[in-house]
């Protein structure tokens, strides 16, 4: 079956796919997206009472952007929004979601959980920026892509009402959060 190249986030009938998550208490779901040879995107649906607790990371950067509800990772609460870039290798030892989150997110590889001992050292720390509401221009500058608010926009982008993503096509009015490869 094809990624989808544009996707209405808050849909219902979502082709969802159950996997499980390493080191966590609960299956996700999610929909795999189109995406660069390099990376891995995926919109993800995390149960009421999920809980990964267990210490490890990835090799790949992650950014997600929580379309609706919320997710505490590493002790900080994030929520609908909110766009969160954790960097490669950075340990992770616990991100739990009472009620439930749904979260578009972008791996910079492959999206294998490792155990703590085998992470290389992390370059930065995990960084938080608020979406909804912010003005244009740019919001958060990662090794990977730079996200920005924009009034228009032929590549990938999320309208700001967290509703629509798009990776590349006819010209879209704005607001939108745009992602642009580094």
């Known amino acids: 079956m094809a990624r989808p190249t544009t ?6 009938d979502q082709p969802w ?15 795999p997206l189109a995406s660069g040879a390099d990376e891995f995107v995926i919109l993800a649906r995390f ?22 509800g919320q997710l505490t990772l590493e002790g900080h609460d994030v929520a609908r929004g909110d766009l969160t870039h954790v960097p490669a290798e950075q340990l992770r030892e616990d991100m739990r979601t009472e009620a439930g989150c749904l979260a ?8 294998t959980f490792v155990p703590a001992g085998e992470l290389g050292v992390s370059e930065g720390d ?9 003005p244009d221009g740019v919001l ?6 730079v996200w920005s608010i924009e009034l228009s926009s032929d590549g990938e982008s999320i309208d700001t009402g967290l ?20």
């Open 126 to 134: 995990i960084r938080t920026v608020r979406v909804l509401d912010a």
């Open 47 to 68: 149960p009421a009472g999920f809980v990964r607790d267990v210490a490890g990371g990835y090799h790949a950067a992650e950014t997600f952007l929580v379309i609706d």
């Open 163 to 182: 509703s629509r993503w798009i990776l590349e096509g006819p010209d879209r009015e704005g607001p939108l959060l745009t992602r642009t490869r580094a």
């Open 17 to 31: 796919r159950t996997v499980p998550m390493d080191g966590a208490n609960l299956p996700l779901d999610v929909v």
């Open 140 to 145: 958060i500058e990662t090794p990977e892509a």
């Open 104 to 111: 578009l997110a972008w791996f910079s590889g492959a999206a």
């Open 7 to 12: 996707l209405e986030l808050i849909a219902t």
